[in-house]
């Protein structure tokens, strides 16, 4: 079975370069390109990739931001791509873990391949330890919204992210949904998502992500889904694993 990669990196020049060279190694398969942080947060989690190719330097959301928003279970093997960096270089050495330092050579990202591959067969997943103890390294966690901006009409209504219940995503919209109305954002959820504290909100599902503050319980309804119950009574249907959602209410963190 071919190894599943994905490619993410802000510049376009860089991923068709690697995609060439990725091409000329018959054990991998390249399932996708990202060019920037939300979308790579976002294909992580629907392609579930062996392996991927992660850009440290991008705007706005970084490399490193990427891999705090992910949740543990979705977080596949790494290898950093860095221009001249002697910082990020010698802490992913401290760390152990590998990275490709351009421009790299088609031995260079065999090397690192084969490294990859030979963890995914050790333990199906890079360890957890390491990627944590670079991310506190290399730099501060990031600063998360306060408020999120709604333009309405000729003013901008700032609402307070403790009291947004959930967010809801339609299409290329997210509708903010509050006890006592609703506002709509020009914005994607993921975008979104990668600004907003993963101690506070949780994606349960491919358009909603809930604040886990106005969660009342976690039950099935009648047609034996699994749903979030808000302290308003609303309920919101739950996708993804229950041992995280399970983690998350109890303790506010990611595992």
């Given at each position: ?5 994905l ?14 060279m990725?091409?000329q190694e018959?054990e991998v398969?390249?399932i996708?390109e990202?060019?920037n942080?939300?979308d ?6 629907a392609?579930r990739p ?5 850009d ?7 490399g490193f ?12 093997a790494?290898i950093?791509?860095?221009a001249?960096?002697k910082?990020?270089?010698e802490a992913f050495?401290?760390?152990a ?5 351009k421009?790299?050579t ?10 990859a591959?030979?963890q ?5 997943k890079q360890p957890?330890e390491?990627l ?5 390294s290399i730099q501060?966690?990031?600063t998360?919204l306060?408020?999120i901006?709604v333009k309405?009409?000729?003013q901008t209504v700032f609402?307070?992210?403790?009291e947004v219940?959930y ?7 997210v ?13 994607t959820?993921?975008?979104l998502e ?5 101690q506070?909100?949780l994606?349960?599902?491919r358009?909603?992500?809930a ?15 699994s ?6 009574g609303r309920?919101?249907?739950v ?6 959602v399970?983690h ?8």
């Amino acid at each position: 079975m071919k190894t599943k990669a994905l490619i993410i990196d802000d510049e376009a020049p860089a991923r068709g370069r690697l995609r060439k060279m990725l091409d000329q190694e018959p054990e991998v398969a390249v399932i996708g390109e990202c060019s920037n942080g939300p979308d790579a947060i976002t294909s992580i989690r629907a392609k579930r990739p062996d392996v991927i190719f992660l850009d440290v330097q991008m705007p706005e959301v970084n490399g490193f931001d990427v891999l705090r928003a992910l949740p543990p279970e979705t977080v596949p093997a790494v290898i950093f791509v860095t221009a001249h960096d002697k910082h990020a270089v010698e802490a992913f050495e401290v760390h152990a873990l590998d990275y490709l330092l351009k421009p790299f050579t088609q031995a260079r990202l065999q090397q690192a391949l084969r490294r990859a591959q030979e963890q995914a067969r050790a333990s199906g997943k890079q360890p957890l330890e390491q990627l944590r103890a670079l991310l506190d390294s290399i730099q501060p966690a990031p600063t998360y919204l306060d408020r999120i901006a709604v333009k309405n009409g000729s003013q901008t209504v700032f609402v307070k992210v403790h009291e947004v219940d959930y967010l809801e995503s339609a299409a290329n919209y997210v509708v903010v949904r509050t006890r006592t109305g609703s506002h709509i954002l020009r914005e994607t959820l993921s975008n979104l998502e990668a600004r907003l504290s993963p101690q506070l909100f949780l994606r349960i599902s491919r358009s909603i992500i809930a604040n886990l503050e106005r969660v009342k319980s976690l039950q099935l309804n009648a047609q034996g889904e699994s749903v979030l119950v808000l302290e308003d009574g609303r309920q919101l249907v739950v996708t993804r694993t229950l041992r995280e959602v399970h983690h998350r209410l109890q303790f506010g963190r990611p595992t």
